[in-house]
């Protein structure tokens, strides 16, 4: 009867002499780990075309279903992405999404990258539904808007040449 009522006060003790591990959370944020996935981006190239080229391979690779892409063609007068066609839709249904990472896998381009950030509420169905506008958060550097009227023949490919990182 007294071992286990000296073994709680030890633990008792022991804690309450220790710094309290408690964050003050909206003003202080938690560091995630490196192979956290958090919430979806859609990336751009630095001169401000989108990455995703609508292959829908992101949604073929998802498990859930989550994922929804609608291809439209790119031509001279407005591109999109340096490829032939664009994502004109893209959707995921964070409901449904289970944060696997197989979108980011999937995807050639590496236009769809499950980030850091974990600040994820919504007070309804509607608002649950993340579009392509919410999804690219990356400013292009020097400013230019997506769609970009182009010299006609300055893609002949699907996918550019990546850049060496050095």
């Not at 938690?30 to 829908?56: A, M, Q, T, W």
């Not at 498990?63 to 004109?88: C, H, L, M, Q, W």
């Not at 950030?117 to 169905?125: A, P, V």
Request: aromatic content about 10%.
């Amino acid at each position: 009867m007294i071992g286990p009522l000296l073994k709680g006060m030890y633990t008792t003790l022991k804690y309450a002499l220790k710094p309290p591990v408690t964050i003050q959370y909206p003003e202080v944020k938690r560091p995630v780990r490196y192979r956290f996935k958090g919430r979806h981006e859609l990336k751009r190239y630095d001169n401000g075309l989108e990455k995703c080229i609508g292959c829908s391979l992101c949604a073929a690779a998802c498990p859930a279903d989550a994922i929804f892409v609608e291809a439209a063609e790119n031509t001279d007068e407005e591109r999109y992405s340096p490829g032939e066609r664009y994502a004109k839709t893209y959707e995921i249904n964070m409901l449904r999404c289970i944060f696997c990472g197989f979108c980011e896998d999937a995807c050639p381009t590496q236009a769809i990258v499950l980030e850091h950030n974990y600040e994820l509420s919504f007070y309804d169905r509607a608002s649950a539904i993340y579009t392509k506008d919410m999804l690219i958060v990356d400013v292009p550097i020097n400013g230019r808007p997506t769609p970009q009227k182009v010299e006609p023949g300055s893609f002949d490919r699907a996918i550019p040449v990546m850049e060496d990182p050095k």
